[in-house]
């Protein structure tokens, strides 16, 4: 008795010989499956609990490194830009302010929010980092077990995944408030 893929792989061949069009579309669509097989299987997935604890704390400190990046940079020019704009507000028609006075007012509460939420994501990285730490020494000397060092691994990558969130969300607003308060600038600078 011969197994169903040596049943089905012998009528695509005989199919594919009454038919050369066939015959190559056929070939190509076995050659395109097994080179993304092949593909799939060596694309490099930390395979042990030690390679996505050390994965997941690389991206908690690259967020750590953004999120200084946003206060250094972005967090102190969109200070200054908005202290500029605010202060262009007086030599304004009623009109002219009006159309202006939203952008700041959304602007300075993303500003104010970031001075709230940034202590508070530095302490949250320093604590997953230190978690991931504490897991993956006792992961290692088998103090827990596999799958309980993924259950704890998991909680962290929750934790780890908000803070990434949320990082990216201050990267977006800060950008889009850059954008607005350039536009802000650049028409009343004209006037």
């Known amino acids: 008795m011969q197994s169903g893929f040596l049943v089905w792989f012998r009528q695509i061949v005989y199919f594919c010989t ?3 069009i066939m ?7 076995i050659i395109t499956v097994f080179a993304c097989a092949l593909f799939i299987a060596c694309t490099s997935q930390p395979k042990t609990t ?3 604890i050390d994965t997941l704390k690389q991206q908690v400190l690259t967020d750590r490194q953004s999120l200084q990046g946003l206060e250094d940079k972005d967090f102190a020019q969109l200070q200054k830009d908005f202290v500029l704009c605010d202060s262009l507000l007086q030599h304004l028609s009623q009109k002219q302010v009006d159309a202006s ?5 959304l602007t ?3 500003l104010l929010q970031f001075k709230e939420v940034k202590p508070v994501m530095n302490k949250k990285m ?27 691994l998991e909680t962290e990558t929750k934790v780890a995944d908000t803070i990434h969130a949320q990082v990216e969300y201050f990267q977006d607003r800060f950008k889009s408030c850059q954008k607005s308060l350039n536009n802000l ?6 006037r």
Do not use: C, G, W
Not at 101 to 105: K, M, T, W
């Open 18 to 20: 009454l038919n050369p």
């Open 185 to 190: 600038k650049k028409s009343n600078l004209k």
């Open 50 to 52: 030690a390679e996505k």
């Open 126 to 152: 320093e604590y997953v980092v230190q978690q991931l730490d504490n897991l993956k020494s006792d992961a290692e000397s088998h103090y827990l077990s596999d799958s309980l060092a993924l259950i704890y």
């Open 108 to 110: 300075q509460a993303y």
């Open 23 to 29: 015959m190559r579309k056929t070939t190509l669509s």
């Open 101 to 105: 006075f939203e952008q700041l007012n």
